[in-house]
């Protein structure tokens, strides 16, 4: 049974609901549940928590499953992105025959040459944004693709510097969303050895005669540990002396084991720059070693120290339920993590099914990022049909303070209200919300077509081609919205400003 004669029943459902005035067949809890581990609640979430109660959808949402469950023309959608048959190793031949090119040439002739490179990169690092918003928007398995973009934003790259820019596609889409509800250990394995990050964190430049602190001293405050997780500068030192010889590859030098370096993909370990000396490493002895060894144990030491436990449960629950979560969740919730050897779908189900995830003090109380914000008003206003120009969504992002790929320091964006409440962002909401709603025909339309100068009446036929529902609207958001607010609703004059105001509620600036 295709995904629409499935949500059917329910629809028809929810309809005859708002008709008879039983809008409370929707329960209160089970929105709240789901505004909190997906981008906003869809038809198709609700039947799925009906269908197989909460702890069933659990099971099915704590395993990474892909692109199971993408419609065949989302699934079309990705397959036809250049950035989806790409792989580094194409682009690093890309990097070296424009360096070949540029030989002998004048320098504004290869300043012409780094400029046109790097326009190529961008559009393969936008494509990789609208692979990740298509998913993020279509997809039934709602959370893992949540936990892309907070692992991502936890192990933050920033796009333009250096080569990063071409290596982010892949960073994005194997070191980060394969892994996002495996062991941690496993991300940040994959994560260490992508060249986007040794580039970005300056590991690349490492070597024994060379030392740079800058990817160890993160490693540990940001990624693991945490600022007070009781390491000191000796261990900045050490770890750093621990990551020398991981570094890059970009030449044609093909993948495998030579004596003790080897080169899978882009990334390459050199023995030759590991410092072998002896090292004090969070207190474990490093009698000297010239390979990789050293860097698995260092990084076996750090997944299992009760500080990376604590760390990364409260940055969970951060992004999933309180700026400021109980103490007593933050505890079992390392104490799953540890015991687990670092299995991050454990520890996200010792959350999801704890009292205080239950507990209504909690729900509706985390103020939305720009992310989260425009991938959840586009869910609620265009549930089924399918975006064909996201620029409009990037440039929400860039007005927002989030521009894509954008943030420049290693910390991420953040996650706390005190971050993004404030009376400017809420006016730029405002503006957005009535882009969304009012001018929906440049969404449906590609930005080929934009670029081409698209008639009006072209835009004005795909505006019309989408409605605004508000009848299939109301349902999923009626329980969470004050009396106050549905006597503003009440006003509107037509769906559009009816959409805009929703989308500027209060209420719906929460989850």
């Not at 928590?49 to 099971?59: F, I, K, N």
């Not at 279509?138 to 949540?146: A, F, N, V, W």
């Not at 994560?191 to 300056?202: G, I, R, T």
């Not at 507990?359 to 985390?366: F, L, N, S, T, V």
Request: some cysteine.
């Amino acid at each position: 049974m295709s995904e629409y004669a499935r949500q059917v029943p329910l629809l028809l459902t929810l309809l005859a609901a708002v008709a008879s005035g039983q809008a409370q067949e929707i329960s209160l809890p089970n929105l709240q549940f789901l505004t909190r581990v997906t981008y906003g609640v869809t038809v198709r979430d609700l039947e799925a928590l009906r269908a197989l109660g909460r702890e069933g959808y659990l099971d099915r949402e704590l395993v990474f499953r892909g692109d199971d469950g993408l419609s065949a023309e989302v699934r079309s959608f990705i397959d036809a992105l250049p950035v989806s048959r790409t792989r580094s190793e194409d682009l690093a031949a890309q990097l070296r025959e424009a360096r070949r090119s540029a030989q002998g040439k004048s320098d504004d002739q290869k300043r012409e040459v780094v400029k046109t490179l790097r326009k190529d990169f961008a559009q393969l690092d936008f494509q990789a944004f609208e692979r990740r918003t298509v998913r993020a928007l279509y997809s039934p398995h709602q959370l893992q693709e949540m936990l892309t973009w907070f692992w991502f934003n936890h192990f933050n790259v920033f796009q333009n510097k250096k080569q990063v820019l071409f290596l982010l596609p892949d960073y994005e889409e194997r070191a980060i969303r394969s892994h996002v509800l495996g062991k941690f250990r496993e991300l940040l394995r994959a994560v260490l050895m992508h060249p986007a990050m040794l580039v970005y964190l300056d590991n690349a430049e490492n070597a024994r005669d060379a030392i740079n602190e800058n990817y160890a001293r993160e490693l540990m405050e940001l990624h693991t540990l945490g600022v007070h997780g009781g390491y000191t500068q000796s261990d900045v030192q050490a770890l750093a002396r621990i990551l020398t010889g991981a570094g890059i590859d970009l030449s044609t030098r093909p993948n495998g084991t030579f004596g003790d370096s080897f080169k899978q993909g882009l990334f390459a370990f050199y023995p030759n720059r590991h410092d072998s000396g002896p090292k004090t490493f969070l207190a474990h002895d490093f009698p000297g070693d010239r390979g990789f060894s050293e860097i698995e144990r260092a990084i076996d030491i750090l997944c299992r120290h009760p500080s990376t436990a604590r760390f990364i449960s409260r940055k969970l629950a951060v992004y999933l339920l309180s700026d400021d979560p109980p103490q007593g969740l933050l505890d079992r919730m390392a104490e799953t993590f540890s015991r687990t050897d670092g299995d991050i779908a454990a520890t996200l189900r010792t959350l999801f099914t704890s009292r205080e995830f239950s507990d209504p003090a909690y729900a509706g109380r985390k103020f939305k990022d720009p992310l989260q914000y425009v991938y959840s008003s586009i869910r609620l206003l265009y549930p089924e049909a399918v975006l064909r120009n996201y620029r409009p969504l990037a440039g929400a992002l860039q007005q927002l303070g989030e521009p894509v790929y954008s943030r420049p320091t290693p910390d991420g964006y953040g996650m706390l209200e005190r971050d993004w409440a404030s009376s400017d962002q809420l006016e730029k909401r405002f503006e957005i919300a009535r882009g969304f709603a009012g001018g929906r025909g440049r969404l449906f339309v590609t930005k080929e077509a934009i670029d081409a100068g698209i008639d009006p009446s072209q835009l004005a036929k795909a505006r019309d081609a989408h409605p605004i529902d508000r009848a299939a609207i109301e349902p999923l958001v009626a329980p969470l919205l004050s009396p106050r607010t549905k006597d503003t609703l009440a006003k509107a004059s037509n769906p559009e400003e009816w959409a805009t105001l929703l989308l500027s509620a209060p209420e719906f600036m929460y989850r």
